[in-house]
């Protein structure tokens, strides 16, 4: 059977590291607990109570927000209720009201993350230095966040020697020392001493230092500031290879013509502290809950609206929550002349498929497509978009103009050779897509998706047996658990007439792919050709209610009808070889 299926994180031991650091404060104090009952607490809106934190399980911000708020109007010091309210206003980014609730749980006694993190990004929009270098202990969101936050603040303050102290004390603990430097080297290009900054992250000065994809890009620009525009096109080749990403293209160019580029990924306290949050979102991404995470990257872009990564972070995240509108209006904050625009497109298009809104998609990704002719990745995204839709031809269309933008084939275009041959093979252009799935083999010849595809096309098409065989077990011996590649080797040995061999093989597909009405279908081929015919028939019936395309449908009613003889006869294809006592 065959099957067609955002910024850097931190070094693995770094992001260890970190979480350990950072979750000194255990992630349960995120949530204040209480036994409150919504049936026995006087006064309670319990329709509301219910409905908000129904909400709150199924990560439903928009929701929530209306919900939390109605029901603490009758229940205004309820711990649940305000703590909902904070994690639901800081999941639409409205900080304001999450501080609000935020204070009033405070005042009640209580200690939440949530809580003290939408007061802290209170104090710092309000750039309330004094607050953040006073707090109290009940106040503090983990060690390693405290600490730069406080570094920051003295920058705030104007007081250069002891934010640098306080970036060397956390430096000088141990395993923090690249949290240190990094954000002490941020700190002096943001005051203009490039050269104390490149020193830090050239490692002249402390060794090597590993930072991410911004620490690069901040390091690029601080190189510009200092004329060396030379070792800041380098640094972008060595980090992000010949061909990087639109931002980076906009930063070549400019450096090639030996302009200084701004130093703009720090120029304020406040802009660095987001840039801790941002920190900490991408060191918790994938590691930690998504809605945990979310609390930070959501911090990051409420301290600098423009910071595009952060907004990149929050939208990714909250598609995979499954907030798809509050994504899609995420990834639509960003201006249309930024150069990772095409990207949030991309995103949005996305979010916009998952609201089943496929045709708005498909209408949002060919403006896009226009806009940006010489951006591969969005003619991809548009001949996926439609293919998703069986707009076959189209999708072809749209994936020969971005084949066309490949001068050199590599390693990591065979995807889109891959998705072409898909498209030119479902719209019955057949040697199209053979020489397109054969080009995606010669880039990536183990590749066991496309080894799968062809191969079972070959045997669907009773052409190439002996080879088609041959890469179905290679794409098996790739991926011994994939069951819809397992179905492609029992189909395989079916069409070669090696039922005994097949039938293991799908019964196992089976097993691992236990309502897919194809599976289904071929198990009930399989118990057929050996004799086991009411078995058969079973099969043939729950490959039915599995909703198999019409065509599929079609033919499954009529073997269940004359049997499976009857239609290959009806059909004009070779007879089944004779089985012995079903064996």
Same mark, same amino acid.
């Given at each position: 059977?065959?099957?067609?299926?955002?910024?850097?994180?931190?070094?693995?031991?770094?992001?260890?590291?970190?979480?350990?650091?950072?979750?000194?404060?255990?992630?349960?104090?995120?949530?204040?607990?209480?036994?409150?009952?919504?049936?026995?607490?006087?006064?309670?809106?319990?329709?509301?109570?219910?409905?908000?934190?129904?909400?709150?399980?199924?990560?439903?911000?928009?929701?929530?927000?209306?919900?939390?708020?109605?029901?603490?109007?009758?229940?205004?010091?309820?711990?649940?209720?305000?703590?909902?309210?904070?994690? #639901?206003?800081?999941?639409?980014?409205?900080?304001?009201?999450?501080?609000?609730?935020?204070?009033?749980?405070?005042?009640?006694?209580?200690?939440?993350?949530?809580?003290?993190?939408?007061?802290?990004?209170?104090?710092?929009?309000?750039?309330?230095?004094?607050?953040?270098?006073?707090?109290?202990?009940?106040?503090?969101?983990?060690?390693?966040?405290?600490?730069?936050?406080?570094?920051?603040?003295?920058?705030?303050?104007?007081?250069?020697?002891?934010?640098?102290?306080?970036?060397?004390?956390? &430096?000088?603990?141990?395993?923090?020392? !690249?949290?240190?430097?990094?954000?002490?080297?941020?700190?002096?290009? !943001?005051?203009?001493?490039?050269?104390?900054?490149?020193?830090?992250? #050239?490692?002249?000065?402390?060794?090597?230092?590993?930072?991410?994809?911004?620490?690069?890009?901040?390091?690029?620009?601080?190189?510009?500031?200092?004329?060396? @525009?030379?070792?800041?096109?380098?640094?972008?080749? +060595?980090?992000?290879?010949?061909?990087?990403?639109?931002?980076?293209?906009?930063? +070549?160019?400019?450096? &090639?013509?030996?302009?200084?580029?701004?130093?703009?990924?720090?120029?304020?306290?406040?802009?660095?502290?987001?840039?801790?949050?941002?920190?900490?979102?991408?060191?918790?991404?994938?590691?930690?809950?998504?809605?945990?995470?979310?609390? @930070?990257?959501?911090?990051?872009?409420?301290?600098?609206?423009?910071?595009?990564?952060?907004?990149?972070?929050?939208?990714?995240?909250?598609?995979?929550?499954?907030?798809?509108?509050?994504?899609?209006?995420?990834?639509?904050?960003?201006?249309?002349?930024?150069?990772?625009?095409?990207?949030?497109?991309?995103? +949005?298009?996305?979010?916009?498929?998952?609201?089943?809104? !496929?045709?708005?998609?498909?209408?949002?990704?060919?403006?896009?497509?226009?806009?940006?002719?010489?951006?591969?990745?969005?003619?991809?995204?548009?001949?996926?978009?439609?293919?998703?839709?069986?707009?076959?031809?189209?999708?072809?269309?749209?994936?020969?103009?971005?084949?066309?933008?490949?001068?050199?084939?590599?390693?990591?275009?065979?995807?889109?050779?891959?998705?072409?041959?898909?498209?030119?093979?479902?719209?019955?252009?057949?040697?199209?897509?053979?020489?397109?799935?054969?080009?995606?083999?010669?880039?990536?010849?183990?590749?066991?998706?496309?080894?799968?595809?062809?191969? @079972? #096309?070959?045997?669907?098409?009773?052409?190439?047996?002996?080879?088609?065989?041959?890469?179905?077990?290679?794409?098996?011996?790739?991926?011994?658990?994939?069951?819809?590649?397992?179905?492609?080797?029992?189909?395989?040995?079916?069409?070669?007439?090696?039922?005994?061999?097949?039938?293991?093989?799908?019964?196992?597909?089976?097993?691992?792919?236990?309502?897919?009405?194809?599976?289904?279908?071929?198990?009930?081929?399989?118990?057929?050709?050996?004799?086991?015919?009411?078995?058969?028939?079973?099969?043939?019936?729950?490959?039915?209610?599995?909703?198999?395309?019409?065509?599929?449908?079609?033919?499954?009613?009529?073997?269940?009808?004359?049997?499976?003889?009857?239609?290959?006869?009806?059909?004009?294809?070779?007879?089944?070889?004779?089985?012995?006592?079903?064996?």
């Amino acid at each position: 059977m065959k099957s067609a299926s955002m910024p850097h994180a931190l070094p693995p031991s770094l992001t260890a590291l970190l979480l350990a650091v950072l979750l000194s404060v255990s992630p349960a104090a995120l949530i204040a607990q209480t036994d409150t009952d919504p049936t026995t607490t006087q006064g309670q809106d319990a329709g509301a109570y219910l409905a908000a934190r129904s909400a709150a399980i199924q990560n439903s911000f928009r929701e929530g927000t209306y919900w939390f708020a109605r029901a603490l109007e009758a229940d205004p010091t309820n711990l649940v209720l305000l703590e909902g309210a904070v994690l #639901s206003f800081t999941g639409v980014g409205d900080f304001a009201k999450a501080a609000d609730h935020a204070q009033t749980l405070t005042e009640l006694g209580e200690r939440t993350i949530g809580a003290n993190i939408a007061l802290l990004v209170r104090d710092v929009q309000a750039e309330d230095y004094d607050a953040i270098l006073a707090l109290p202990e009940t106040r503090k969101i983990g060690n390693l966040l405290d600490d730069l936050v406080a570094a920051w603040a003295e920058f705030g303050k104007g007081r250069m020697s002891e934010a640098v102290a306080a970036f060397d004390a956390l &430096a000088a603990t141990e395993g923090l020392k !690249a949290f240190g430097l990094y954000h002490k080297a941020l700190a002096l290009a !943001a005051v203009g001493d490039f050269e104390g900054a490149d020193a830090i992250l #050239s490692g002249e000065a402390e060794g090597p230092l590993v930072v991410n994809r911004r620490g690069v890009i901040a390091h690029v620009q601080i190189l510009s500031q200092l004329e060396r @525009y030379d070792d800041a096109l380098a640094l972008i080749e +060595r980090s992000f290879g010949a061909d990087p990403e639109p931002e980076l293209v906009a930063l +070549r160019a400019q450096l &090639a013509t030996r302009t200084p580029l701004p130093f703009d990924v720090v120029r304020s306290a406040k802009d660095g502290i987001a840039e801790v949050f941002f920190t900490v979102a991408v060191a918790l991404n994938g590691e930690a809950e998504d809605g945990y995470t979310l609390i @930070y990257a959501r911090s990051a872009l409420a301290l600098a609206p423009d910071h595009s990564d952060s907004l990149l972070l929050t939208a990714g995240l909250l598609q995979q929550m499954g907030q798809y509108e509050l994504a899609a209006d995420t990834y639509a904050l960003l201006p249309k002349d930024h150069p990772a625009f095409h990207a949030a497109e991309i995103g +949005r298009a996305q979010s916009l498929t998952s609201l089943d809104r !496929a045709e708005d998609a498909i209408g949002l990704l060919k403006a896009l497509a226009q806009s940006h002719p010489d951006q591969l990745i969005v003619h991809v995204a548009y001949g996926d978009a439609l293919r998703r839709e069986e707009r076959f031809t189209e999708a072809a269309a749209a994936y020969d103009v971005g084949a066309a933008l490949v001068t050199q084939p590599e390693l990591r275009h065979w995807g889109l050779f891959y998705s072409r041959g898909i498209a030119h093979e479902r719209s019955g252009q057949w040697d199209k897509a053979e020489a397109d799935f054969r080009k995606a083999l010669e880039l990536n010849p183990d590749q066991p998706q496309v080894l799968n595809y062809l191969g @079972y #096309s070959f045997v669907d098409r009773g052409e190439n047996l002996d080879e088609a065989l041959g890469m179905i077990e290679r794409a098996v011996a790739a991926r011994p658990d994939a069951g819809y590649i397992i179905d492609s080797l029992a189909w395989a040995y079916f069409r070669l007439g090696r039922y005994e061999d097949a039938l293991p093989q799908m019964e196992r597909a089976s097993l691992l792919e236990p309502v897919d009405p194809v599976v289904t279908d071929h198990l009930g081929d399989v118990y057929w050709a050996v004799g086991r015919q009411l078995e058969a028939r079973f099969q043939w019936r729950r490959a039915l209610s599995f909703n198999p395309e019409e065509k599929d449908a079609v033919r499954i009613r009529r073997k269940l009808e004359i049997g499976l003889d009857a239609v290959l006869a009806e059909e004009g294809a070779p007879p089944l070889r004779a089985v012995t006592n079903g064996n």
